[in-house]
């Protein structure tokens, strides 16, 4: 096992190196960037998606005058720069020295791996902060979100499921699944605009605070007051990403057990005079657990990142999905790489804990005996 484990590593790096590749090949081609982002806020004419930004490009030029010099820009140094026509190209030089755009795009892309190799992220190119801080100030809000999440969803959909499978057919089934059905096609983001309108002070009851993870007195409270407010706050969101989750999980464990019980050594387990309690969890869950352990890495990284987006949105939640949409919006690659490469890793890594699982499940798969 100790083999696997090191050539799945090793694979990771390749891994890694192709998806920054391919994403920063793309934004070579993207229109826009962060030098155009500056240009844009000295000529007044930047239009953003969100004002979060703390320090505007106007802190990215320090005691530069954009005007100064000749007062007439090189075509050469400019003509790539929409907006740039009238602002010195010296200037122009220096923006592109800070943030990097005087060197070649392979040496600006060797330079990033080696130093995300030694998670060296550097500094935002709006933001008075280091890049570490700043995804390490964002991942309480979306490691909440996403552990809690996947964790209430599969505390609840596992049992859900078995149950569904043991009285397929019959009215519990019928009913569970049609709630099911109903609650997957009801988008997150329109039921937690409801719940905000029902229980967070939008028109009925004001029951639940609507923005942030704690309460502005966090530091004050006791621990089992700082633990209730936590959990006051997660309420209302992880119900609404909690909602639409349910559905995957419960059929693919119904559809999964249903499978099992239908096989031959089950027919044998009961024949030998093992009851159903036995033969279900002695004999099948160990096998049909299998499939929905291999769906555990896609739903926590869909809910850690993607799932949470709208939510953390929605509810004022500061944490790691509206920090890298922020990004992209903002033209602010480094934060916009740097985040890829954290959940590119944790991707890797928790398909390597998935393929893990396996074989604490069912001993007989044995991974170290295949070819990688």
Do not use: C
């Not at 484990?5 to 081609?29: D, E, K, Y």
């Not at 720069?81 to 040496?107: H, M, S």
């Not at 074989?359 to 044995?366: F, N, Q, S, Y």
């Amino acid at each position: 096992m100790g083999a696997y484990i090191l050539r799945r590593l090793l694979l990771m790096i390749p891994t890694l190196v192709g998806i920054m590749a391919i994403n920063f090949v793309i934004i070579q081609f993207a229109p826009g960037g962060p030098v155009e982002r500056v240009i844009a806020q000295l000529q007044g004419t930047d239009v953003s998606a969100t004002s979060r930004i703390s320090g505007g490009g106007g802190d990215m030029v320090g005691g530069n005058d954009a005007s100064g010099g000749s007062g007439v820009a090189s075509d050469s140094v400019t003509s790539k720069y929409r907006g740039a026509q009238g602002l010195d190209p010296e200037f122009i030089k220096e923006l592109e020295a800070q943030f990097g755009f005087d060197k070649p795009p392979l040496e600006r892309f060797l330079n990033m791996l080696w130093n995300y190799a030694r998670f060296d992220f550097g500094e935002s190119y709006f933001r008075d902060i280091r890049i570490l801080d700043l995804i390490v100030e964002k991942l309480p809000v979306s490691i909440s979100l996403g552990l809690w999440m996947t964790f209430i969803s599969y505390l609840v959909s596992i049992p859900l499921g078995i149950r569904k499978a043991v009285a397929d057919g019959s009215r519990f089934d019928v009913w569970t699944s049609g709630v099911i059905v109903v609650a997957y096609a009801i988008p997150g983001f329109l039921f937690a605009v409801l719940l905000i309108v029902l229980f967070a002070g939008g028109s009925f009851w004001d029951l639940f605070p609507l923005r942030g993870l704690v309460s502005d007195n966090w530091e004050e409270l006791s621990w089992p007051a700082r633990i209730a407010d936590y959990f006051w706050h997660l309420a209302l969101p992880l119900t609404a990403m909690v909602l639409s989750a349910f559905a995957t999980t419960t059929l693919l464990t119904k559809n999964s057990f249903l499978d099992e019980i239908r096989k031959q050594y089950v027919t044998t387990a009961r024949a030998k005079g093992l009851n159903e309690r036995q033969v279900l969890y002695g004999h099948v869950f160990r096998n049909a657990m299998l499939i929905v352990v291999a769906g555990f890495p896609g739903a926590f990284i869909s809910s850690f990142f993607a799932g949470s987006l709208l939510i953390e949105t929605i509810f004022s939640l500061d944490g790691l999905g509206l920090l890298g949409f922020e990004s992209v919006i903002n033209r602010d690659y480094a934060v916009v790489f740097a985040t890829l490469y954290i959940f590119s890793l944790m991707g890797l890594l928790v398909n390597l804990i998935s393929d893990l699982t396996y074989t604490w499940i069912d001993p007989r798969i044995d991974f170290e005996s295949r070819e990688v």
